[in-house]
Antibody, heavy 127, light 112 residues
Framework: EVQLVESGGGLVQPGRSLRLSCIVSGFTFGDHGMSWFRQAPGKGLEWVGFIRSKGYGGTTENAASVKGRFSISRDDSKSIAYLQMNSLKTEDTAVYYC??????????????????WGQGTLVTVSS | DIVMTQTPLSSPVTLGQPASISCRSSQSLVHSDGNTYLSWLQQRPGQPPRPLIYKISNRFSGVPDRFSGSGAGTDFTLKISRVEAEDVGIYYCMQATHFPWTFGQGTKVEIK
């Protein structure tokens, strides 16, 4: 069974840092890209960033709203994806979700979709 | 950035009746590889998003066949053939053709 579990959320003051972790199980982590999303209280979904699998260079993409402040990394040996959040602002308050990216389906067709999500972890930025 | 516009934003539906949600993108979602990476997700109250549909019209495993997706280019539709009580929630379209990935505002489906 595929599982993604986020951790590391909590209350943090503006300007401080926080690192979220996404521990996965039930699939070969190294074969998949991973993405982070967020949802501010009562608002819609927002894409935060994406990290490719090592097979595709392990490079990252980030939303403009977090570029230069947030970074995504991965440890394939531990099956963990990270979201490092620096210089946090009050508007970063949200539930943060990690999700698995599937590039191909079982037949080898390109699907390029997010197919599993974690339960989310709440980050509250407030003084 | 590609702007995704959903209509309606709220859809009160009678149980057993159909529902339809439109999603329009500000530019074509056809990727250079010829595929269109448009997905639909459902978010029930208090739950994380649940993927329903990928590449316009392909249902994920376990998604009831009353959910269907259609469209092309910049115009897409999610249809629920007969709404059930468990379908209450917010539905989002999402494009993953171009970075940054973007979502529609969400459409709230509720029972009339």
């Amino acid at each position: 069974e595929v599982q993604l579990v986020e951790s590391g959320g909590g209350l943090v003051q503006p300007g401080r840092s926080l690192r979220l972790s996404c521990i996965v199980s039930g699939f070969t982590f190294g074969d998949h890209g991973m993405s982070w999303f967020r949802q501010a209280p009562g608002k819609g979904l927002e894409w935060v960033g994406f990290i490719r699998s090592k097979g595709y260079g392990g490079t990252t993409e980030n939303a403009a709203s977090v570029k230069g402040r947030f970074s995504i990394s991965r440890d394939d040996s531990k099956s963990i994806a990270y979201l490092q959040m620096n210089s946090l602002k009050t508007e970063d308050t949200a539930v943060y979700y990690c999700a698995r990216f599937a590039r191909y389906d079982s037949s080898g067709n390109s699907v390029a979709t997010v197919d599993y999500w974690g339960q989310g972890t709440l980050v509250t930025v407030s003084s | 950035d590609i702007v995704m516009t959903q209509t309606p934003l709220s859809s009160p539906v009678t149980l057993g009746q159909p529902a339809s949600i439109s999603c329009r993108s500000s530019q074509s979602l056809v990727h250079s590889d010829g595929n269109t990476y448009l997905s639909w997700l459902q978010q029930r109250p208090g739950q994380p998003p649940r993927p329903l549909i990928y590449k316009i019209s392909n249902r994920f495993s376990g998604v009831p066949d009353r959910f269907s997706g259609s469209g092309a280019g910049t115009d897409f539709t999610l249809k629920i053939s007969r709404v059930e009580a468990e379908d209450v929630g917010i539905y989002y379209c999402m494009q993953a053709t171009h970075f940054p990935w973007t979502f529609g505002q969400g459409t709230k489906v509720e029972i009339k």
